[in-house]
């Protein structure tokens, strides 16, 4: 499996902006599917966006025109550029990796945002 480490979660301000940041162990294939996840207490983990391929992202409706996910195949590194954050978005941050069917995720990071 892939090893994904997540960073650049942390405590901010609602109307605040963080980057997320998804370092993967190998290179990222073209033909894999990245995503960021998030779980908040008490609920089901939910998808937030996926990217296949440059120019192919989907975005979870309560995010769309705040939050951009991009990847860097050459820095096995996917991002989550977070702005316009809202005291809902409160959550731990999973990233995930998806090829062949196979799933590999990362440990998560916090992702508070005061009111």
């Known amino acids: 499996q892939v090893q994904l480490v997540e960073s650049g979660g942390g405590l901010v301000q609602a109307g605040g902006s963080l980057r997320l940041s998804c370092a993967a162990s190998?290179?990222?294939?073209?033909?894999?599917?990245m995503g960021w996840f998030r779980q908040a207490p008490g609920q089901q983990r939910e998808l937030v966006a996926s990217i296949a391929s440059p120019g192919s992202t989907s975005y979870a409706d309560s995010v769309k025109g705040r939050f951009t996910i991009s990847r860097d195949n050459a820095k096995n590194t996917v991002y989550l550029q977070m702005n316009s954050l809202k005291p809902e978005d409160t959550a731990v941050y999973y990233c995930?990796?998806?090829?062949?069917?196979?799933?590999?995720w990362g440990q998560g990071t916090q992702v508070t945002v005061s009111s």
């Open positions: 190998v290179s990222i294939s073209p033909i894999a599917t």
């Open positions: 995930k990796h998806r090829i062949l069917g196979v799933d590999s």
